[in-house]
């Protein structure tokens, strides 16, 4: 059982940057694709970014795109979102989950088996 745990969160002003961390244990991330998710006040989560297995795919939602850049390393289990020119609309709870499909970018929740628990991200304007 693969326990997933996000880290990294907090209160930003618009245009700053912060990197978040997803960092598994119980097993190791490096066979699964990882995603990152969010979901603001009143709103459905919704796919942000993935990286698949060896990280040779990468694909993020069109509103984080040149933003936002995903990335892994395997040696420390853990799977990072760097996320820059931050906006109040990128204020949700983010989360990470990781997917046994791990050769093709997953952008539905259904597709993943493990979750983490979520870090708060909130972006003033």
């Known amino acids: 059982q693969v326990q997933l745990v996000e880290s990294g969160g907090g209160l930003v002003q618009a245009g700053d940057s912060l990197r978040l961390s997803c960092e598994a244990s119980g097993g190791g991330l490096s066979t699964f694709a990882v995603g990152w998710f969010r979901q603001a006040p009143g709103k459905y989560r919704e796919f942000v970014a993935a990286?698949?297995?060896?990280?040779?795919?990468?694909d993020y939602a069109d509103s984080v795109k040149g933003r936002f850049t995903i990335a892994r390393d395997d040696a420390k289990n853990t799977v990072y979102l760097a996320m820059s020119s931050l906006k109040p609309e990128d204020t949700a709870v983010y989360y990470c989950a990781a997917s046994q499909l791990n050769r093709i970018i997953n952008k539905w929740e259904v597709t993943y088996n493990y979750w983490g628990q979520g870090t708060q991200v909130t972006v003033s304007s």
């Open positions: 990286i698949t297995s060896g990280a040779d795919n990468t």
